[in-house]
């Protein structure tokens, strides 16, 4: 087992807590980080990290179901901005307690 490190991120940019998960692979450890993000009230993307090495980063469901409908969009997602980069005002993420 491999020790993963997950950043839920909130649209601010800001990813106030972490979680530590223990994953056989990339793709296991990706996907257990999904169902996180799909629990976490606040997040809009998760980074996934082994060691010092970024091996996931996505979007919420929300925020991938809008990005499905313009390819414009790619441009505004927190899934895709550096980690330290807010959202755009034009993301189409769901509206989220700020803090």
Do not use: N
């Not at 169902?35 to 990290?49: F, G, I, N, P, Q």
């Not at 809008?66 to 005002?89: E, G, I, K």
């Amino acid at each position: 087992m491999v020790t993963y490190t997950v950043f839920p991120f909130k649209s601010s940019g800001v990813a106030p807590s972490f979680h530590r998960i223990e994953q056989a692979d990339d793709a296991l450890a990706a996907a257990e980080s999904l169902k996180m993000l799909a629990e976490h009230r606040s997040a809009v993307r998760v980074t996934v990290w082994r060691e010092e090495v970024l091996v996931f980063s996505g979007p919420s469901a929300a925020c991938a179901a809008w990005l499905a409908t313009s390819p414009r969009h790619l441009a505004h997602c927190p899934a895709v901005s550096p980690a330290d980069q807010p959202c755009d005002a034009d993301c189409g993420r769901l509206p989220t307690p700020r803090s």
